[in-house]
């Protein structure tokens, strides 16, 4: 065995050359692994014995693309393209041998292959468009060659991965290798020396292409299909364009658009955010102050208190990864309504073909109801989402306390309260933990995992591990008043109804936040969740818009009426002239003279509240990092990922412009823009949040 590069090592076996790639994590194309592919292929080529190549990884998994952390950074050679075309072009066989996960460049690599084998358990896929960017190194002119321009644009725009299946089926893999796959590699290598196989290099396939061409309503009609769920993104056009130039142009023409197109994005704003997100989420998962090899607690059973919103939706998740789940309620109706919600649910999920009936059955079957809280006895994590009630939430909490065996966890969902004073009422606060799931529980992806004061490492580290199980993107955050998510909205709350008392109507607001990115804006939020939230008839006292909705018996969607009327078949909104005369008395009554408010400052003031209160949540240690409040915003909230999050915009925008704003807004708007320490400490040393 010779070494090439650090990373890449030359092996034989017999006639057969093998490359083997040693770059963890995920073999990711760096530096050394380019460099170690292209001269090792030269000295393979070069080698009279060598009949042909076996490209294989060490590892967890095959090539996972290019090197992310490399982008934005001067280009170091060789390029990807010296790789591939050494690949594609060389005298003599190539077979890339694949497990684990080929994404983007690692699967480009693939398809520059002549042959490919893979395990069962392998995975495909261009992630690309997640980083705001497109398969910048032939795989758009190679992919649809294979499996067809309309499979290859929804590969490229989803980013979503497929498996060995489709795989063998579209003829991107030549063979499923059982045992031991270098062995199963080499074996194929040899079958293919010895059965004088031809070179098939992906870019001499046209067939697919031709019969497509021509016909630009495939890519008129896919462009109506993700209109909606790629708004404001600018990547999944661009590969869209991409797949086009593969079907209208000659492969080295549509390689030059494909590499015009990738520069595009590499250098774009959303590009940059995208990838900053990428490490981001990953960053949250890591603890400074809980070392990697904390000892978890076994999780293998989960008890719930409460059958209401949350808590059936909760109790989907950890029955979709074969966890069973006691769930209680107060009593038997509330009890069967929550399963039959539970159930509707999946009912739901399986008629859209995503789960199959068998599944249902299987989920329902891992969720029991019961009224005796003893059958949480022996649960190792028992999750409390009932009323948002303090004294109701101490009191279950001193019964799970007395009935729960040692070592289990005590969680609560609350969304604001106290979780210290939770713990407190308990004999292990140590066991007691926040978990602030989002609704619906079980779609939404974020976890604030809630540290208390004395909540033990052990809980901490088992927590985020679940979060993971299940499926979620944890941050882990301190206790204060609505954590990180909820207390950053309360002060866009805020500016956003001193707005539309100033000048501005509910809709003038939240089109600026609909075109800024958000799924929708302050007020339609408040119509889907509800106006009646902590709304109480009897001490209702028409002292703000929301309450004289409210009175009006317009409590938002479910009412077919809140700041917006609904239409009862289509659900769209539309404004209404009673809110706007509404809005108007309002202003009146309040003497406030009306004018005219420009979209870029309610922008500024619903959004810049935000950054400063996450300025405050950093220098509190509410958060042990700006990216986790990106990673809350972007998950838990609707924040643009194309945006980075909130702390990003920011320093995008540069904090010096945001203080300089705040403090004119302070001028005229009084303390609340006050600019918090931190991000006048950092404004005035040119700074950032994520500054080192
Ligand atoms: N580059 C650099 N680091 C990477 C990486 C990559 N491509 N992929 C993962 N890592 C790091 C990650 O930051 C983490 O580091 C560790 O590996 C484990 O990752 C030319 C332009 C492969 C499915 O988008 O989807 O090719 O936090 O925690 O959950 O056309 O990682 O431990 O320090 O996510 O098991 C396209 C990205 C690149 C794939 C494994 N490829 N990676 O998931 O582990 S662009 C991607 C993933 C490209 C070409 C283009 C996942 C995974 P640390 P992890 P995991
Ligand atoms: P909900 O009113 O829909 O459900 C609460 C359930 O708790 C009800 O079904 C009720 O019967 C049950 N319950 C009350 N007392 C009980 C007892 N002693 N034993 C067993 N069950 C009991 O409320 P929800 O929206 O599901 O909220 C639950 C918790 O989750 C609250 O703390 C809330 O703040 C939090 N939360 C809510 C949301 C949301 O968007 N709804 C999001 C995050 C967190």
């Known amino acids: 065995m010779t070494a090439i590069t650090e990373m890449v090592d030359l092996e034989r076996r017999g006639n057969v050359a093998l490359l083997v790639i040693d770059n963890p994590p ?79 460049g690692g699967f480009e690599i693939a398809l520059a292959c002549h042959y490919r084998v893979a395990v069962k358990s392998a995975r495909f896929g261009f992630p690309e468009v997640k980083l705001g960017l497109l398969p910048g190194a032939g795989g758009t002119q190679r992919l649809p060659r294979l499996v067809g321009p309309q499979r ?38 040899v079958e293919v020396v010895s059965e004088n196989r031809p070179l098939v290099k992906i870019r001499d396939i046209h067939d697919k292409v031709e019969a497509a061409r021509g016909k630009p309503e495939i890519f008129a009609e896919f462009r109506r299909k993700i209109a909606r769920k790629s708004r404001g993104f600018m990547a999944p056009e661009y ?18 658009k494909e590499q015009e197109l990738f520069r595009e994005l590499l250098a774009s704003d959303q590009s940059a955010a995208q990838r900053y997100y990428f490490f981001a989420e990953r960053q949250a998962a890591k603890i400074p102050d809980v070392p990697r090899d904390t000892p978890q607690i076994q999780i293998e059973s989960v008890g719930i208190i409460g059958a209401g919103t949350m808590g059936g939706g909760i109790a989907m998740n950890f029955a979709n990864v074969g966890l069973p789940v006691t769930i209680t309620e107060m009593d038997q109706a509330a009890l069967d309504r929550g399963l039959a919600v539970v159930r509707k649910n999946y009912e739901r999920t399986a008629k859209s073909g995503r789960i199959s009936p068998d599944d249902v059955e299987k989920r329902m079957d891992l969720i029991t109801g019961t009224l005796d809280y003893g059958d949480l006895a022996d649960c190792d994590i028992v999750i409390e989402a009932v009323f948002e009630n303090m004294e109701l939430k101490k009191k279950i ?48 992806r974020l976890l604030e995992v809630v540290r208390g004061e004395k909540t033990s490492d052990e809980v901490i580290a088992t927590s985020m591990a679940l979060a993971k199980r299940i499926g979620k993107i944890a941050a882990l955050v301190g206790v204060c008043r609505g954590f990180v998510g909820n207390r950053m909205l309360y002060g866009r709350g805020v500016e956003a109804n001193k707005l539309i008392l100033e000048g501005a109507m509910p809709w003038d607001v939240d089109d600026v936040l609909y075109e800024f990115g958000f799924p929708m804006g302050p007020f339609a939020m408040s119509d889907l969740a509800g106006l009646d939230i902590g709304w109480q008839k009897e001490t209702s006292t028409s ?41 108007l008395e309002f202003s009146e009554k309040e003497g406030v003279e009306r004018r005219e408010i420009g979209e870029e400052e309610i922008l500024e003031r619903c959004l810049y509240p935000m950054v400063n209160e996450g300025a405050k949540i950093l220098e509190e240690g509410i958060a042990i990092r700006s990216s986790d409040i990106d990673v809350v915003w972007v998950n838990g909230y609707g924040w643009p990922v194309y945006r980075g999050g909130p702390m990003f915009w920011a320093d995008s925008i540069g904090l010096d412009k945001i203080v300089a704003r705040m403090d004119e807004f302070q001028q005229k708007h009084g303390d609340f823009w006050k600019p918090a320490t931190l991000l006048r400490k950092l404004a005035d040393e040119g700074k950032g949040f994520a500054s080192p």
């Open 26 to 104: 995920v073999n990711a194309l760096s530096q050394g692994v380019r460099q170690g592919l292209v001269e090792g292929l030269a000295v393979a080529n070069e080698d009279p014995e060598v009949e042909a190549v076996v490209l294989v990884c060490r590892g967890r998994t095959f090539i996972a693309g290019a090197d992310i952390s490399e982008f934005g950074k001067p280009p170091s050679p060789p390029s990807l393209f010296e790789a591939i075309d050494g690949l594609e072009a060389g005298p003599k066989p190539t077979i890339a041998a694949i497990h684990g996960t080929a994404l983007g």
């Open 152 to 189: 290859a644009l929804e590969i490229v725009t989803s980013g979503n991965m497929f498996g060995t299946d489709e795989a063998l089926d579209t003829g991107l893999i030549d063979k499923i290798v059982d045992g031991d796959l270098t062995d199963g590699a080499v074996a194929f290598a």
């Open 239 to 256: 590969n869209v364009r991409c797949i086009e130039a593969a079907v209208n142009l000659p492969f080295d023409e549509g390689i030059a």
């Open 397 to 444: 909490f001193v019964q799970i306390d007395e009935i729960c065996k040692d070592g289990a966890i005590l969680a609560t969902n609350t969304s604001a309260l106290d979780v210290n004073e939770i713990a407190a009422v308990t004999r292990r606060p140590e066991s007691v933990i926040g978990l602030h799931f989002f609704s619906p529980a079980n779609i939404m």
């Open 543 to 583: 002292s703000t818009i929301r309450e004289v909705l409210c009175e009006q018996g317009r409590r938002g969607q479910k009412t077919g009426k809140g700041f917006y009327v609904y239409n009862p078949e289509t659900r769209a909104k539309s404004p209404d002239p009673v809110v706007e005369k509404l809005v």
